[in-house]
């Protein structure tokens, strides 16, 4: 998983689009903005949701509220400098072997609660409502330029003014970019985080 701190914000991406595109005001900054959020969900391959990565703020009972745009829980995390140590659900008839830190769900409260061995540096993965999400979204690395061609496309294909071969071409680039991108994110969670997460798992004080 790449940190938060190598993502882009939606925002970023739409302003970055205004100013290639030679857009003189953020005057189409809106309808740029509802255009980059529907590349999210086509890029994303994933009719419900867009994946989301954020960081979790546990309260003093270390629990954390469920946001209220999610669509489907994919996945906890604890970032530790040797990699990514998954969490694992204790309503599973059987956990993960080997694995210390567990989280359950409490319907009463509408929060997750974490083991109280759960250190803090923890990350969510969840898919989230596409209507939900603003400019403050952190784009993950791998798609920001798939999101990139695809405003371009997006952006270009309806007007006249366009000529049809420059269309096509956008088109061809946005393609091979989404597929690209979705070639990284698939390798990411079925190698990296696999990876990662072993590297972690043989570290863990035993």
Known sequence: ?????????????????????GYESKQNYPRLLDMAIRGLKEIHYDVSGVTV???????EFNRYCIPNNIVKLISF?????NGLIPIADSSNSVLEKGNPFTYYKNEDSNTWE???NVPPNIVIQYLADPTKVNDKY???PFIADALLQYLWYADSRFKASVP?????E?????VAAKNWAHIRLTSQGKDD??????KAYSRLPK
């Open 170 to 174: 956008m088109q061809r680039k946005y």
């Open 114 to 116: 974490f083991s109280t």
């Open 53 to 59: 990565w954020t960081p979790v703020q546990l309260d």
């Open 164 to 168: 049809e071969g420059a269309k096509a």
């Open 77 to 81: 995390w604890i970032e530790s400098k």
């Open 138 to 140: 952190s784009v993950h």
């Open 193 to 198: 985080l696999v990876n990662s997460r072993n």
């Open 1 to 21: 998983m790449e940190s938060s701190a190598n993502c882009t914000s939606l925002g970023d991406i739409v302003t970055e689009y205004l100013i290639a595109a």
